[in-house]
Nanobody
């Protein structure tokens, strides 16, 4: 059973930093790319960043490119999101996201999420 557990969220002032962690289990972690997505209540999921299976390739949404850093440690089955220069509009629930190809398309797995609030 796939399990993803996010942690590290909290309330910070604008300009500060947070580091989110996601610990994975139930699948061969090193075989898959991993992503971070976020959601504001009442709005859809927004893709934040992705990293390939061995960490050699990183991908970011334009608004996060200069401020966020995604990384992974396959020995610890974990993916991280370092968020710098946080803005109030970064306030959201953040999820790590696994995409698995299926015969009918794709299936996304996410954990319970971790709340990030950026407020003065």
């Amino acid at each position: 059973e796939v399990r993803l557990v996010e942690s590290g969220g909290g309330t910070v002032q604008p300009g500060n930093s947070l580091r989110l962690s996601c610990e994975a289990s139930g699948f061969t972690f090193g075989d898959y790319a991993m992503h971070w997505v976020r959601q504001v209540p009442g709005k859809g999921l927004e893709w934040v960043a992705g990293i390939n299976w061995n960490g050699a390739m990183e991908y970011y949404a334009d608004s996060m490119k200069a401020r966020f850093i995604i990384s992974r440690d396959n020995a610890k089955n974990s993916v991280y999101l370092q968020m710098n220069s946080l803005k109030p509009e970064d306030t959201a629930v953040y999820y790590c996201n696994l995409v698995v190809a299926t015969t009918s398309g794709r299936r996304d797995y996410r954990g319970q999420g971790t709340q990030v609030t950026v407020s003065a």
